[in-house]
């Protein structure tokens, strides 16, 4: 496993729900741009032109939330090769005091941008975010 890569959020108004705080939805979109940022920093620029992912599926727990104007760091990492044509993908939101109060496993599949076809992950686009690059 490479080091995780890491974004921080920030609670705007249009993420907040009836309740006070960001609403699950959001949770979602911002996995999805944890996961997507991550692929556009890692991985080689012709394996970026080359191939696009689409989520297969989505495990979250949510063990705390935050209201509007906080801050959380999200990092992700990837921690077994891939099967087939996905591999999962682990992602934590970390409130400032340090608690995970979201983490998810994440299943992505890739395809051939070109083709819009599933396709077995090469292991030379997935040794970086191994560390095996």
Same mark, same amino acid.
């Given at each position: ?70 801050? =959380? ?20 939101? =970390? ?39």
């Amino acid at each position: 496993m490479s080091q995780p890569f890491t974004r921080d959020f920030t609670a705007s108004p249009e993420d907040i729900d009836e309740l006070g705080h960001v609403n699950n939805a959001v949770w979602v979109r911002w996995i999805q741009d944890m996961a997507t940022a991550h692929w556009s920093a890692t991985a080689a620029r012709e394996h970026v032109d080359a191939f696009i992912w689409v989520v297969t599926r989505h495990e979250i727990d949510y063990r705390g939330n935050v209201a509007l104007g906080e801050t =959380v760091t999200g990092r992700t990492w990837i921690e077994k090769p891939p099967r087939g044509a996905t591999f999962d993908r682990r992602v934590e939101f =970390v409130n400032d005091s340090g608690k995970v109060i979201v983490s998810a496993n994440t299943t992505w599949a890739m395809l051939d941008r070109a083709t819009g076809r599933l396709m077995r992950v090469p292991m030379e686009v997935a040794a970086p975010f191994l560390g095996l690059a």
